[in-house]
């Protein structure tokens, strides 16, 4: 079944802890993606991947890292989690950057 | 920065109605989706539409890039549809940014 998936979907954590939140796809897709969703703030893109080794900062990169490594995989970082970056993160993958995408379900994090 | 707007913010139909949802942004875009929320939470893809008109099933979209614009056609509208509709605009050919969505509720 072609999908993405988030790792963990659920996590409390707490100020200063470094975290990864894992994303993974099948799809053998090019283009992969971080999201984070807020209310009232909508969803805004943190970091893109248009390709292995290839990553580029989105609208809101401040307090994130990203690598990737092999094509399926595209983890993201927290070195230092702070209160404002408890929200719901979405990853997303598509063959071509912009294509449809294909989300995975979902991380909440919250950081206190 | 580019400005994405969705109107109306809020829509309650009865089931079986239709409904038209729109998208505008101000200024030239590359490409254009719309995605589907559902209630809990998951994002699915709709329609990949820089230009055009593509039609899947009850749900059909229409883009007139030259005039900044994107409409999102419901027909027959169903319970399951409901939750919340955003479109996302690329510009300068990597930088994406979503609307704030329209929240649709089916009341059956």
């Known amino acids: 079944e072609a999908q993405v998936t988030q790792n963990p979907r659920y996590l409390i954590t707490v100020t200063g802890k470094k975290l990864t939140v894992t994303c993974s796809q099948n799809m053998n897709h090019e283009y992969m993606s971080w999201y984070r969703q807020d209310p009232g703030l909508g969803l805004r893109q943190i970091y893109y991947?248009?390709?292995?080794?290839?990553?580029d900062k989105g609208d809101v990169p401040e307090g994130y890292k990203v690598s990737r490594k092999e094509k399926r995989n595209f983890p993201l970082i927290l070195e230092s989690p702070s209160p404002n970056q408890t929200s719901l993160y979405f990853c997303?993958?598509?063959?071509?950057?912009?294509?449809?995408?294909?989300f995975g379900p979902g991380t909440r994090l919250t950081v206190t | 920065g580019i400005q994405v707007e969705q109107s109306p913010p809020d829509l309650i139909l009865q089931e079986g109605a239709n409904s038209t949802l729109r998208c505008n942004f101000s200024?030239?875009?590359?490409?254009l989706q719309w995605f589907h929320q559902n209630p809990w939470g998951q994002l699915i893809n709709l329609f990949y539409i820089p230009s055009g008109t593509k039609q899947n099933g009850r749900l059909s979209a229409t883009t007139v890039a030259t005039e900044r614009y994107s409409l999102l056609y419901i027909s027959s509208s169903q319970t399951t549809d409901s939750g919340v509709y955003f479109c996302?605009?690329?510009?300068?050919?990597?930088?994406?940014?979503f609307g704030a969505g329209t929240r649709l509720t089916v009341k059956p």
């Open positions: 991947s248009m390709n292995v080794e290839v990553t």
């Open positions: 996302a605009v690329l510009y300068n050919n990597n930088d994406m940014r």
């Open positions: 997303a993958s598509s063959p071509r950057t912009f294509y449809e995408q294909y």
């Open positions: 200024d030239s875009v590359n490409n």
